[in-house]
C-alpha cells in the first residue's frame, strides 16, 4: 500500500507523460516535459531524484523540499547515510509548480554514489536564520530505478551504472 501511495503521489507531483515503472522504494518515468527521471518519496512528501534531459547526458540529483531557500544561493547539508557522513553543497533553484523548493546537489559524483551504494540516506539541511531541516530517504530500489531511466533515454545506449571503485588499506 506504501508503495502504490508513493507512486500515485510522485505522479501527481511530477506530471509525467510516460508510464511509472516501480523498483522498490523508487519510480522511473518520463516528465511531460521530456525529462527523464528516477525519483522516491518520503512520508512528509519530500522528493530525491535525478533528472536527466531525453538523451540521457545531461542530469541533476534534486531535492525537493517545503523549506524555502533564495534562488542561486548555495546551502551546506549534511548526509548520513550506511556508508558514513558527508558534508554536501547544495544549489537553490526556482521552485516548482506546487510551491515545493528544489535543491540541486553539486557534486553529482558524491551524491550519486551514496544513493547508489547505501540503502538509506538522511539529510540536515542549514537553512536561513540558523534553522535546520532534516529529510530522510528509503534508497532501496534507487540503482535498479536509475538505470532503467538510463536506458529510456534517446539516441545512444548508456551502459549501467557502475559502483565505483573503492580501494582497501
Not at 547508489?116 to 540503482?143: C, E, I, Y
Request: glycine share 6%.
Amino acid at each position: 500500500m506504501k508503495h502504490l501511495f508513493h507512486a500515485l503521489l510522485l505522479i501527481a507531483l511530477a506530471a509525467p507523460a510516460g508510464a511509472a515503472q516501480s523498483f522498490g522504494a523508487w519510480l522511473a518515468s518520463v516528465a511531460t516535459d521530456g525529462a527523464l527521471f528516477a525519483a522516491t518519496i518520503n512520508d512528509s512528501r519530500d522528493v530525491l531524484s535525478q533528472s536527466c534531459d531525453l538523451n540521457g547526458e545531461d542530469c541533476v540529483w534534486l531535492l525537493v523540499i517545503r523549506s524555502p531557500c533564495t534562488e542561486g544561493a548555495s546551502y551546506t547539508a549534511l548526509s548520513n547515510s550506511d556508508s558514513g557522513t558527508a558534508q554536501l553543497r547544495l544549489l537553490c533553484l526556482s521552485p516548482n509548480a506546487d510551491g515545493q523548493h528544489r535543491y540541486a546537489f553539486e557534486d553529482f559524483a558524491a551524491i550519486d554514489h551514496i544513493i547508489k551504494t547505501d540503502t538509506r540516506v538522511g539529510f540536515a539541511l542549514a537553512l536561513q536564520n540558523g534553522q535546520f531541516k532534516a529529510v530522510r530517504f528509503d534508497l532501496t530500489g534507487s540503482r535498479l530505478a536509475i538505470d532503467h531511466m538510463r536506458r529510456q533515454a534517446a539516441g545512444p545506449a548508456i551502459p549501467p551504472t557502475k559502483p565505483a571503485a573503492v580501494e582497501f588499506f
